[in-house]
């Protein structure tokens, strides 16, 4: 089993920056490929961004790319996603995810993870 855990969220002005975090732990990290996804007041989860288990593999959606960077740190089993130019569309609740694969991947779908942390909320002010 794998346990996901986020960190970083809080409250922000527009323009701001945020570094979420999310601790992995229960499995080998390094097998995993790693995603963040988040949901609005009311929408469906979204992808967001996500990166393979090699980290040479990124991807983001279009409403976060230039502004958000995906990393990971295999050494503290721990992704980031350094947030900046935040806007408030970019209010919601931010999920990490997680899928042990054995090749070059990265997941945009949610059905494409199966291990999911709680979640940490970002709110961006106006």
């Known amino acids: 089993q794998v346990r996901l855990v986020e960190s970083g969220g809080g409250l922000v002005q527009a323009g701001g920056s945020l570094r979420l975090s999310c601790a992995a732990s229960g499995r080998t990290f390094g097998h995993f490929a790693m995603g963040w996804f988040r949901r609005a007041p009311g929408k469906e989860r979204v992808f967001v961004a996500g990166i393979s288990w090699s980290g040479e593999s990124t991807d983001y959606a279009d409403s976060v790319k230039g502004r958000f960077t995906i990393s990971r740190d295999d050494g503290k089993n721990t992704i980031h996603l350094q947030m900046s130019s935040l806007k408030p569309e970019d209010t919601a609740l931010y999920y990490c995810?997680?899928?042990?694969?054995?090749?070059?991947?990265?997941?945009?779908?949610?059905?494409?993870?199966?291990?999911w942390g709680q979640g940490t909320q970002v709110t961006v002010s106006s």
């Open positions: 995810a997680a899928i042990e694969v054995g090749l070059e991947f990265v997941g945009k779908s949610t059905t494409s993870y199966e291990y």
